[in-house]
């Protein structure tokens, strides 16, 4: 109003005003004199009230009447300048409000002679709408007359005059109810007492109401009564009106003031009253009219329904239900249900199409839809409205499938097609409720209902789920941390008070009761309808929406906990998801069920019809359905794959509320994901498998490039797994664990590639869920273990992949509180990966492993706990699983090993030892039990330098587990147990390597031993003393006896090679051969223990019992038919004898020497077959054994207990010694004789074990031994192992054997030197033994009846000579040789021993040596003679003096025809010396025998008269003998004068001779001896001389033979010697008889020299020489007498 009000404008208003007014006395100036004169007063009016007055408008209005009068006299004049200027100056006043009341009326009347006179109609039409709109002074009758005006204007004739009043008509109503507000508003806020408004029947007289609302409130009666083709009561003067045009004024009115009919009951009144019945009146024909019936069939006519009332009447409907629901709830049932009639198929289609758009119009408000619910779906006797709104829009979108019975049938599909393809388009203006223009219903575009329709489901999804979603999200306080809500409310409000609380949540349920109601209401038509819509929809964007909407409805659904509903959309979907007519239980199942229940909806039968499939859709995959046969290939859409994603979106976002529909959704992803060939890796996500997989599997470019996001989505979902909570996630879980259930039972007995899914999907969602894994690790484990036990491969191969993956997660994960501190929970975690070990697949045990090796190597430090399962683990592993797996196995037992051993409890150590065991007793790979054993002696090597540490621990332990077996009331039971818990780890340890010492593999069996016994050695002093006990009796002689019974029982079949091409050594090719190598090896460390432990073992008081036990295992090791085992165990034998006596207890250091024992490293190979842990024997020694198993006897170390011990070693040494020596009773090819090496050793060991017993030896004993030493010098050598008896010496030697032999003697006979008068008597039995020997030169020994070869004097290279023979008897000679030194030395120093004397020793001596003597050439070695000889001279220069000594004693007289005869043998042999004998060698023979000449002057002769008589015959005729030429016929003329032993035999003369002239004969019977001896010697010279003159001159040139020549030259120099011998004899000692029978023989001699031969000659000339002596003057006859 400020711009008409201010001074300009009023100026300007004033202005105009006297324009207008004098233009209009101008224009009536001739013809209308009146009107002039009242314009020319209204001018000075005018101008006086702009002089008086100050508020000059204020003057204008109430002086308005005269004002205007001018200008209505102006119009009363008709013409049509006038009139228009007049008017023009009218509105002015009127838009300046200067006009008053009686003014208007004045005006209206004005106007209206105007309208019934048809003048100036759109000015008149203008005027009011200005008069009407700019203030409110007309009212009540004017303001009915300016109505009427209006309305009548409208029916004129003149098209633009109609429309321009219909507009200020709907302006004018308009204006009238816009007053009501503005009144309301002004008197808002005084409260005055409504009184009820009776139902008069004079309408007219509404007193409560304010004066705009009375003309409101009688014009809106006034317009129901116009529709109703009745009289109105205000608005008088109407001629006409049409239905239409007052259907519209009703529906803007409705539309536009709402709030005046429901804040004034009045109103309210009339809407009840009057317009609903009107509706429902006007609405009759459309309802009772049905298209196609025939006129005839009824008996009225129809009247037919008329578009443009009908289409008014909706858009009437559709505000009453929008604005006045709350009033006119019964009405609005009733619209409702006629809405819902409309849409019937009988119904004309543009009656349909407007139905469908009203209705959009109620979809679209979702609070409207509610508010139907509450107050007819959920009241009893109630039509159901809303359900029957959407089962309508059900039934109506099949009923436009439905092909008509008219159209041909093929045609349908097409038009569908078309139809859907038009879905998407949403039509801006949505045509027909709009059509106000139309009298004819238009046609209705294809498709265009089927559009609206579909937007109406579209909205009404939309609208109620927004709605809901909302008003839940209100209601749970507690808003969950992702895009889905709890679907239980209670969880929410612990923030109010109790009060608040109940209120809020009886509220709450009393909104969950409507939301539950509208769902169940309008799911089973949405779904029908949807289900067919997206069946036929072949546009994407169509799809899009049909499927967002089944997505938010199966959301709310499964919000609200409605699942029969929640699954009906969810299999929807899946059924979307999935090529048509697949073949998947879960959905089939599903829909039957659905398909009893909601499909017959509300009587409507709704048949779900599917347009055939084929309806063009893009084909975007071919695959192989999951199916147990196969059934060839199907075929998936881009529709397929867009019902996929939605599927996605639903698990992704509303996973939450999914609950048992995970099932629906799992198997349909499941076989989605398998046709288009998606294949799990690692960590559960899937990737496009190989095109191999299927070679039916065919994908477009477009879904290649999808598979990825596809992959990545349903990875997604599974990740999103994490933010749901507990209860869904098991949902999740146990629908992930049906599905492969399901898959496992496809895979059973086939070979095809299992369906993988789920078991990767469950691996994904425990990665994911690491923060609770404990709610869900049973149930997940427990499924994963039974698809590892699986026989399909692949499908057990991803079980363990799964599983492992998940272990190896949760160890890492960081948990709260730590695994550290959550044993339960470590333990939880660790426990599937131990039940792995009942599953027998390898491939299955090989995952387990390899993760076994990943934990170490990522967790191994804090496994704690955890650590008896991951080496049971190891130690599940059996033999027969295969190499690879016990490789991988041992590789995590190594890692433990060299790694983890300081980090896991003490506790846990002895598991290691028995995993580590129970691998060397793996007999699948020969390398990984000898590392195992390695191992063993590395963890031994660790118990030693972690001890305290270890020990204390394990004590802590023990006391723990102590009270608890004591709270138990039991024992505490562990192996060893009386031990402390650190001695059992190592007796454990012990008792593992004691298992593998005796398994069949004899490398193992050797590591082990060789392992067993270092740590022993290494590290026994650790153990305390009583667990010595264990150690020897349990460990040791356990092994011991195992061994034992093997070695004895063990195979003597050959073996072929060691396996593959490994050639065995033919020392190790019988299975009895390799058991020895073990015996040897057990043997020999026990041995060493017992040795080096002395000081240990000796206290423990059952010491003797355990020495005895040794020494029986010794005894039966060296007479076992072995030579390996046998020598070894001397080996031992002599091993334990040099032990030293132990130490006095008071001497003893306080700590345990240093041990030296050298530990061999266990290289290369060793072995164990599975031992049991009983110690149980089969021995004799068992009983034994279990009388020292009770608790240790007190400890005693004496001298006497020592003494013992050495006398039980003597005897078994003893019975070695008889066993192994004595001779074979039959012979033949198999008989044992011990080897060259044993016998030595055993021999070797006497000087040992004699130093011990040395005090005790009794003559017994000697007795013993002697049999002993002589059988094993009679064991002959075998011909293979005579090479390697022998050293490589070119001059024979003694063999090893003998060399003990003789220095066993010596220490016996050293003893007995220095020891006491009683061990003396001991010298003639060594004597003997030796002599025994001696004999061996020339009579070696027989061993049994078995054939040997002697040979005596083996060079090394000479004994290939012998090869043929099996057994030879070697190098007697050089050891009867040297045994005969040795007698000589020995009788050097012994020669006047009493005991030496009284034997007759030198007398055997004697006797020994005429054999060889006696042999001389024909002896085996010409050396044994020699030395004999030279012995003998050696003995006889000692021995003779002695002999004289005792000469009176008698006790040598048999010597001496014993030594006469050796004499006589030796010098005059039977042997004949060898042809090749050469003329240096017999010289030096000669001499020998001249040597012995010598002795028999120097030493014998000389002492004539202590000698018995007959010996000296005896040698005398001996030398007469040697004296006299005795050659040998064998001589060639060369060499015979050497051959005749010339220096012998002078020799023999010379002693003859001087014997015989000896001025110290005794007797006369001696000197007559050699007188005689001599007469005859020249006798014979004599003879053989005058023979020889003869035989010479007889044979004239003929040569004599060879031998006279030899005989003659011989006697020649016979002669000589005895001249020679005579001239040195003392003079008075020749006879001079002798003297004349040598001179006698000159004649002769000079006789011989005509002889021819030289050699006779030059003999001749020195037999002759000499006897230049007697030439001398002959002397006087006394001189001659006195000689």
């Known amino acids: 109003m400020a711009g008409t009000s201010s001074p300009e404008a009023v100026k300007k208003l004033l202005e105009n005003m006297q324009g207008d007014l004098r233009g209009l006395s101008l224009e009536c100036r001739k013809k209308f004199p009146p009107v002039k004169e009242a314009a020319e007063s209204g001018i000075i009016k005018v101008k006086t009230i702009a002089a008086r007055n100050t508020d000059i408008l204020a003057a204008l209005k109430e002086n308005s009447s005269e004002v205007v009068q001018p200008f209505l006299m102006g119009c009363g004049t008709k013409e049509p300048k006038i009139t228009q200027l007049c008017l023009a100056a009218i509105q002015r006043l009127m838009s ?18 105007l309208m019934e006179n048809s003048l100036e109609e759109l000015k008149l039409l203008q005027t009011v709408l200005v008069l009407l709109t700019t203030n409110t002074v007309v009212h009540d009758e004017a303001l009915s007359k300016a109505i009427v005006l209006c309305f009548r204007l409208h029916f004129t004739k003149d098209n633009i005059t109609n429309n321009t009043a219909a507009a200020t008509v709907r302006q004018v109503v308009t204006v009238v109810f816009e007053r009501v507000v503005a009144e309301d508003e002004r ?13 008069n029947s004079n309408r007219r007289s509404v007193s409560t109401l304010k004066p705009c609302a009375k003309d409101a409130y009688m014009l809106f009666q006034d317009l129901c009564q116009l529709v109703n083709a009745d009289a109105p009561y205000w608005l008088v003067g109407m001629t006409e009106m049409t239905r239409t045009f007052g259907l519209e004024l009703l529906e803007s009115v409705l539309n536009d003031f709402p709030q005046v009919f429901l804040q004034h009951q009045e109103f309210s009144f009339l809407l009840k009253e009057r317009v609903c019945p009107l509706v429902i009146k006007l609405f009759s024909p459309n309802i009772k009219f049905r298209q196609g019936s025939s006129t005839s069939s009824s008996p009225a006519p129809v009247e037919k329904p008329y578009f443009p009332i009908c289409m008014r009447l909706l858009r009437v409907v559709s505000v009453l239900i929008k604005q006045f629901y709350s009033l006119l709830v019964t009405e609005c049932e009733i619209f409702l249900s006629l809405l819902v009639k409309f849409l019937d198929a009988d119904k004309p289609q543009w009656l349909r199409a407007v139905a469908v758009e009203s209705i959009h119009r109620l979809c679209v408000q979702p609070q409207l839809l509610r508010s139907f619910c509450q107050s007819y779906d959920m009241k009893q006797h109630s039509t159901k409205v809303f359900r029957d709104i959407v089962n309508a829009l059900g039934s109506f979108i099949q009923s436009l499938f439905l092909v008509s019975s008219t159209g041909n049938t093929s045609a349908t599909p097409n038009q569908t097609g078309k139809a859907l393809s038009l879905l998407s388009v949403y039509f801006s203006i949505i045509f027909f409720l709009e059509m106000l223009d139309k009298v004819e219903p238009p046609t209705i575009p294809e498709g265009y209902a089927m559009s609206v329709a579909f937007h109406c489901l579209l909205d009404l999804v939309r609208g109620i789920t927004t709605m809901i979603e909302g008003e839940l999200g209100d209601t749970e306080t507690v808003t969950p941390t992702t895009a889905e809500t709890t679907s239980l409310p209670t969880q929410s409000s612990e923030q109010q008070d109790l009060q608040s609380l109940s209120d809020q949540s009886e509220k709450e349920l009393v909104s969950r009761a409507v939301w539950e109601e509208m769902v169940n209401a309008c799911w089973c038509g949405l779904l029908a309808a949807l289900s067919l819509l997206l069946d036929a929809s072949t546009d994407e964007a169509a799809t899009e929406n049909i499927l967002k909407a089944e997505l938010t409805m199966a959301a709310l659904c499964g919000r609200l906990g409605l699942v029969t509903s929640r699954d009906a959309f969810i299999t929807a979907i899946c059924k979307g998801s999935l090529p048509p007519h697949y073949t998947l239980t879960v959905l089939n199942s599903t829909t039957a069920a659905l398909s009893s229940k909601s499909y017959s909806i509300q009587g409507q039968n709704v048949q779900m019809i599917s347009p055939s499939s084929e309806s063009h859709q893009q084909v975007v995959a071919v695959g192989q359905p999951l199916a147990l046969q196969p059934q060839g290939t199907v075929m998936l859409t881009s529709k397929n794959i867009q019902c996929m994603r939605t599927l996605l979106n639903l698990a992704h976002f509303h996973g939450a509320v999914l609950g048992t529909s995970w099932q629906l959704v799992l198997a349909t992803l499941q076989h989605l994901v398998w046709i288009l060939g998606l294949k799990p890796s690692v960590g559960g996500a899937l990737k496009p498998g190989r095109a191999v997989e299927g070679p039916s599997t065919v994908l477009t470019t477009a879904v290649m490039t999808d598979l990825p996001s596809i992959s990545s989505m349903i990875s997604k979902l599974f990740e999103n797994s994490q933010y749901l909570d507990d209860v869904s996630l098991h949902h999740l879980i146990n629908a992930l664990c049906s599905l492969s259930l399901e898959a496992m039972d496809m895979a059973y007995g086939n070979n095809k590639e299992p369906s993988l899914f789920a078991v990767a999907k469950l691996l994904e ?10 709610i869900l690790w049973r149930p997940l484990t427990g499924h994963l273990l039974e698809v590892c036990q699986h026989p399909n491969s692949r499908m057990r191969e991803w079980g363990a992949e799964a599983l492992t993956s998940l272990i190896k997660a949760g160890l890492t994960f960081r948990h709260d509180p730590p695994l550290s501190q959550n044993q339960r929970l470590q333990l939880l975690l660790l426990n599937p990966l131990k039940e792995l070990s009942n599953i027998s697949h390898p491939d299955i045990r090989i995952k387990q492993l390899e993760c076994v090796l990943q934990i170490l190597q990522s967790q191994g430090d804090s496994l704690g706990p955890g650590w008896p399962l991951v080496l049971g683990v190891m130690g599940a592993i059996q033999s027969d699983q295969g190499e690879s797996l016990i490789r991988t196995a041992f590789q995590c037992l190594q890692l433990v090993v060299t790694d983890f051993l300081p980090t896991m409890p003490c506790t846990c150590l002895q598991i290691v030892v028995e995993v580590a065991g129970s691998f060397g007793l793996h007999n699948q790979e020969l390398n990984i039990s000898l590392t195992s054993i390695g191992l063993l002696w590395n963890i031994s090597d660790y118990f030693f330098q972690r001890g305290e540490i270890i020990e204390k621990e394990l004590n802590r332990e023990e006391a723990v587990l102590q009270k608890q077996a004591e709270e138990k009331g039991v024992m505490l039971n562990r192996p060893f147990h009386p031990a402390s818990p650190f001695d059992c780890l190592w007796l454990c340890l012990y008792a593992k390597l004691g298992e593998l010492c005796v398994d069949p593999r004899p490398a193992v069996r050797k590591s082990a031993g060789q392992t067993l016994f270092s740590t022993i050695g290494a590290h026994g002093t650790l153990l305390q003393h009583s667990t010595w006990h264990t150690v020897i009796w349990k460990v040791l002689f356990h092994l011991l006896d195992r061994v034992r019974e093997s070695s004895t029982t063990a195979d003597k079949e050959k073996i072929e090679s060691g396996g593959g091409n490994i050639l065995i050594h033919h020392s190790r090719d019988t299975a009895e051969k390799q058991w020895a190598e073990t015996w040897v090896l057990t043997l020999a460390g026990v041995a060493r223990i017992f040795n080096t432990r002395r000081y240990l073992l000796q206290p423990l008081g059952d010491f003797s019992q355990a020495w005895d036990v040794l020494l029986d295992h010794i005894q039966s090791a060296a007479l076992s038919k072995n030579n390996e085992v046998s020598l070894a165990a001397l080996k031992s034998f002599q091993e334990i004898l040099q032990i030293v006596s132990p130490v006095r207890d008071s001497e003893k250091p306080e700590t345990p020497p240093a041990i030296n024992v050298s530990v061999p490293l266990v290289v290369g190979a060793t072995t164990a077959t599975s031992l049991g842990r009983s110690f149980m024997r089969t021995d004799s020694i068992g009983e034994r054994i279990g009388r020292y198993n009770g608790s240790e006897p007190p400890v005693i170390t004496d001298e006497i ?15 070695i010694g008889s066993e192994s020596t004595r001779p074979p009773i039959t012979c033949d090819k198999l008989t044992f004789i011990p080897s060259q090496p044993f016998l030595t050793a055993l021999i070797q060991i006497f000087p040992a074990l004699y130093q011990h017993i040395k005090t005790g030896f009794s003559m017994d004993d000697l007795q013993k031994l002697g049999v002993i030493l002589h059988g094993a010098v009679s064991v002959p050598i075998s011909s293979d192992a005579s090479p390697f008896i022998l050293p490589s010496y070119t001059e024979a030697v003694l063999t090893s054997l003998q060399e003990a032999v003789l220095t066993a003697l010596d220490v016996l006979q050293k003893a007995i030197c220095v020891g006491s008068e009683s061990m003396q008597i001991m010298y003639p039995a060594i004597f003997d033994q030796l002599l025994a020997f001696v004999e061996f030169s020339c009579k070696p020994p027989q061993y049994g009846q078995l054939e040997t070869k002697h040979i005596a004097n083996a060079k090394y290279n000479q004994i290939q000579l012998f090869a043929p023979a099996e057994w030879v008897a070697l190098n007697y000679v050089p050891f009867a040789e040297r045994s005969l030194e040795v007698v000589v030395d020995l009788y050097q120093k012994t020669a006047c021993h009493k005991a030496v004397v009284t034997e007759k020793v030198l007398q055997n001596i004697i006797k020994t040596l005429r054999i060889p003597l006696s042999l001389k050439y024909s002896c085996p070695s010409e050396s044994t003679w020699k030395l004999a000889v030279s012995s003998l001279l050696r003995v006889l220069s000692i021995g003779l003096p002695v002999a004289r000594q005792h000469a009176s004693s008698g006790k040598f007289d048999s010597m001496w025809p014993e030594l006469a005869n050796t004499f006589e043998d030796f010098l005059f042999t039977k042997s004949t010396p060898p042809d090749n004998l050469s003329i240096q060698e017999f010289q030096k023979n000669e001499s020998i025998d001249v040597e012995v000449v010598q002795l028999i002057s120097t030493e014998i002769l000389p002492y004539a008269n202590f000698i018995p008589k007959e010996f000296v015959g005896q040698i005398m005729t001996m030398l007469n003998k040697g004296s006299i030429h005795s050659q040998s016929s064998s001589f060639t003329e060369a060499e015979i004068d050497i051959r005749m032993r010339e220096e012998f035999s002078k020799v023999c003369f010379e002693t003859l001779l001087q014997f015989s002239f000896s001025n110290k004969v005794t ?12 007469s005859v010697l020249l006798k014979r010279s004599q003879d053989v001389l005058h023979r020889y003159i003869e035989d010479e001159r007889l044979s004239g040139k003929c040569p004599l033979p060879r031998q006279q020549v030899t005989e003659i030259i011989f006697v020649l120099k016979a002669v000589s010697t005895l001249i020679d011998s005579l001239k040195k004899t003392q003079p008075e000692n020749v006879d001079a008889s002798t ?25 001749l000339k020195e037999a002759l020489v000499p006897f230049k002596d007697f030439m001398h003057p002959p002397a006087s006859k006394v001189q001659n007498g006195e000689s």
């Not at 969602?765 to 404990?774: C, D, F, K």
């Not at 007797?1563 to 001599?1574: F, K, V």
């Not at 003297?1635 to 000079?1646: E, H, M, N």
């Open 96 to 113: 300046h409000e200067v006009v008053s009341e009686a003014a208007a009326g004045n005006i209206i009347n004005m106007l209206w002679q």
């Open 187 to 199: 008197y808002k806020d005084i409260i005055d007492q409504p009184v009820a408004v009776q139902g």
């Open 765 to 774: 969602t425990g990665l994911v869920n690491m923060r609770r894994i404990e």
């Open 1201 to 1215: 207990e020592d003494l013992n011990l050495w006398w039980a070693a003597w005897n078994s040494w003893y019975r």
């Open 1563 to 1574: 007797t006369p019977q001696e000197g007559y001896i050699s007188r005689m001896a001599l």
């Open 1635 to 1659: 003297w004349a029978q040598v001179i006698a023989l000159y004649p002769t001699l000079v006789e011989c020299i005509t002889c021819s031969s030289s050699e006779v000659c030059s003999a």
